[in-house]
């Protein structure tokens, strides 16, 4: 099984800065897709970005151009560069990493808030 640990959360001022981390427990290459997601009380877990193993990447609308997902392999971790940051950003965000062969794990989230 993979084990996940996001961090770098915290209260920002809108129009500021996060960079999230994600340390994955095995190689990020063993991994067909890492994605970051984000969650808000009474709504479902919604994708933000995602990295797969060839480097592609993928935004939600809502964060084109403000957001970039990317990995570090040496570091087998993954980070999302929050920038220009909403109020509705806000909520936790958590790692998933998926593979074809049968990986589904989650970390524990880490929680983003964004003062207006």
């Known amino acids: 099984q993979v084990q996940l640990v996001e961090s770098g959360g915290g209260l920002v001022q809108a129009g500021g800065s996060l960079r999230l981390s994600c340390a994955v427990s095995?190689?990020?290459?063993?991994?067909?897709?890492i994605g970051w997601y984000c969650q808000v009380p009474g709504k479902q877990r919604e994708l933000v970005a995602d990295?797969?193993?060839?480097?592609?990447?993928n935004y939600a609308d809502s964060v084109k151009g403000r957001f970039a997902i990317s990995r570090d392999n040496a570091k087998n971790t993954v980070y999302l560069q929050m920038n220009s940051l909403k109020p509705e950003d806000t909520a936790v965000y958590y790692c998933n990493a998926f593979s074809i062969r049968g990986i589904n794990a989650w970390g524990q989230g880490t929680q983003v808030i964004v003062s207006s």
């Open positions: 990295i797969n193993s060839g480097d592609n990447t």
């Open positions: 095995r190689s990020p290459f063993s991994i067909n897709i």
